[in-house]
């Protein structure tokens, strides 16, 4: 695989909106049908995980729609991924592995291949998604019912088929800032305070900045939300970090979404005056601070 059958992916899957089942960074868990029609087998292609054009990043000249986002995250999660498991690998190979694959020095078309995330899990890493066919399922009855979509109906959905996880998202520059907040975070997975967290490699085709990707088990659960924010924090993060649902990029609920649903559900200002220093977060859903 090379970097131009990411690109025949992203070409491949415009317009449509599912998840592939093989790169999954919670394990493939999911129930998996044998008979599909062509067409559905086509839209298994959306995004589980955040492209560089991923939401709140200032976005090109020429907007995208959120079919283009979906096809673009979905092409990096078919690619390789770089994976340290610290469930199976000796902790005395954490530092030179974490050496080895800065982000800032892994390409996203490098000679050896395409990568698409470079990933850490922790000792205590759950790899459990819920059923995302079921979820997918019921989206698309929802859509032919005509009912409204709202963050209510898809949290709705989300909690009938135990589609939980989420992840907040920052964006950093490549070089220093990313391999920095990079290493904090992920020797916070290693030491079990964060259970999985990845990192966009450089990309020179696009975007210079990479996406930080940090996960919790609930994002229904605010004061869960809240804590990872914190333990982001104490790693030494100190940039905008906006939240999104697993639920919403199995969906492909990105940027310009035809519902008009902000793809983001909270955002996190980091306060250096405040004293104690802490985060200031919005919940976006219903505009209200909740630190």
């Keep these: 695989m090379n970097c131009s059958f990411s690109h025949f992916l992203i070409g491949f899957t415009r317009g449509s909106a599912r998840l592939p089942l093989g790169n999954n960074p919670y394990g493939n868990n999911q129930k998996k049908t044998t008979k599909r029609k062509p067409e559905v087998l086509r839209r298994k292609a959306a995004a589980l995980s955040v492209s560089m054009t991923e939401e709140e990043a200032p976005g090109p000249a020429e907007p995208l729609s959120a079919e283009d986002y979906a096809a673009e995250a979905m092409a990096a999660d078919m690619d390789p991924w770089i994976k340290f498991d610290a469930r199976k690998t000796p902790r005395a190979e954490f530092s030179s ?42 989206w698309e009855t929802l859509l032919e019912s005509g009912r409204s979509i709202s963050f209510h109906t898809i949290r709705e959905l989300a909690l009938n088929h135990s589609v939980l996880y989420g992840k907040w998202l920052m964006h950093l520059d490549t070089g220093f800032k990313v391999d920095r907040a990079w290493e904090s975070i992920a020797r916070a997975v290693l030491d079990g305070k964060i259970g999985s967290a990845k990192v966009s490699p450089r990309d020179p085709r696009s975007d210079p900045r990479h996406v930080i990707c940090v996960y919790n088990q609930n994002f229904t659960d605010e004061e869960q ?67």
């Design 97 to 138: 592995w974490l050496e080895s694959n800065r982000p800032s020095q892994v390409s996203r078309c490098g000679a050896e291949g395409p990568v698409g995330w470079i990933c850490v899990r922790g000792p205590q890493y759950w790899e459990d998604s819920g059923d995302v066919e079921g979820l997918q399922d019921s």
């Design 225 to 291: 939300v809240m804590r990872l924010d914190s333990v982001i924090r104490a790693a030494g993060v100190k940039c905008v970090m906006y939240y999104k649902p697993d639920v919403y990029t199995y969906l492909g609920i990105y940027r310009n979404n035809r519902w008009k649903i902000c793809p983001t559900i909270y955002e996190s200002m980091f306060d250096l005056e405040s004293v104690p220093r802490r985060s200031h977060i919005i919940n976006k859903v219903t505009n209200q601070e909740v630190t």
